[in-house]
C-alpha cells in the first residue's frame, strides 16, 4: 500500500569537497529512486564543484549559497545559522548530513559515519602531536555532538557502530548499518591469475590504494 505522504529530503554537502564524501554522494544520488521510497524532491546544498559533478534529475534540486564556495569557517557558520532555514524554507521533511558534522538546530536530521580515524585512539597515536592529529581529534569532539543530537546514524559495517560507540556512549537516535554499494561498471570477469614467478624488476607488480597515502 502506497503511503498518501510524499517526503522531501534535505542533503548537507556543505562540506564535501572531494575524495571518498563527493564520490559517495554522486554515486547514492546516481542509483537513487526516489519515488520508489516515497520521496517527491531531494535538495543538495553545497560547493559548486561538488554540485557540478552531481547529474541533473527531474525530482533533484541544486541550492549554491556564495558561502559555500569560500573556506572552511564561512561554510561552518553557513551551516550553523542558514541552513536550518533553509531545510524550512523548501519544505524539508528531513535533514541527511553525509558529512557526519552537524551544528544546526533542524530536526529530524540522519548523518552518516564514513570516517574512523578520529575514533580510533591507537590510530591516533600513530600520528603524535601534529596538525593532522589535531585535526582529527577536532573531528572527533563535532562528530560525537553531532551522532548525539541526530535522530539517526547511518554506520559502514558494525565494526564502525561499536568504535564510534566505544566514544560517543548510547546514542539518543537510531543507528542503522547500510554498507558502501558498488558501481555496475566494476562488475567484470576475473583477470588471468599469475604466479610471483611471472613478476620482476622490469615487469613489476602494478598495486592500486583507494585511498591517500599519509
Request: some cysteine.
Amino acid at each position: 500500500m502506497r503511503n498518501d505522504k510524499f517526503f522531501k529530503v534535505g542533503v548537507d554537502a556543505t562540506n564535501l569537497r572531494g575524495g571518498g564524501g563527493v564520490t559517495h554522494l554522486v554515486e547514492l544520488l546516481s542509483a537513487a529512486k526516489p519515488a520508489e521510497q516515497d520521496i517527491e524532491r531531494i535538495i543538495v546544498w553545497g560547493c559548486t564543484s561538488t554540485l557540478n559533478l552531481i547529474k541533473d534529475r527531474p525530482w533533484l534540486t541544486k541550492r549554491n549559497p556564495k558561502a559555500l564556495n569560500k573556506g572552511l569557517l564561512k561554510r561552518s557558520f553557513w551551516q550553523r545559522y542558514h541552513l536550518s532555514k533553509a531545510a524550512l524554507d523548501e519544505g524539508c521533511d528531513v535533514l541527511f548530513v553525509p558529512g557526519g558534522s552537524y551544528a544546526g538546530k533542524f530536526h529530524p536530521i540522519v548523518t552518516m559515519s564514513q570516517n574512523l580515524l578520529p575514533f580510533e585512539i591507537s590510530e591516533l597515536k600513530r600520528y603524535g602531536w601534529t596538525l593532522f592529529a589535531l585535526k582529527l581529534l577536532f573531528l572527533r569532539f563535532i562528530q560525537s555532538f553531532s551522532f548525539q543530537k541526530a535522530d539517526g546514524v547511518v554506520f559502514l559495517t558494525e565494526y564502525a557502530r561499536k568504535a564510534v560507540l566505544k566514544v560517543t556512549g548510547k546514542l539518543h537516535g537510531q543507528t542503522y548499518i547500510i554498507p558502501h554499494g558498488l558501481n555496475s561498471r566494476f562488475n567484470r570477469r576475473p583477470k588471468l591469475q599469475r604466479t610471483i614467478a611471472d613478476y620482476s624488476v622490469v615487469k613489476p607488480y602494478h598495486i592500486l590504494y583507494v585511498s591517500i597515502i599519509d
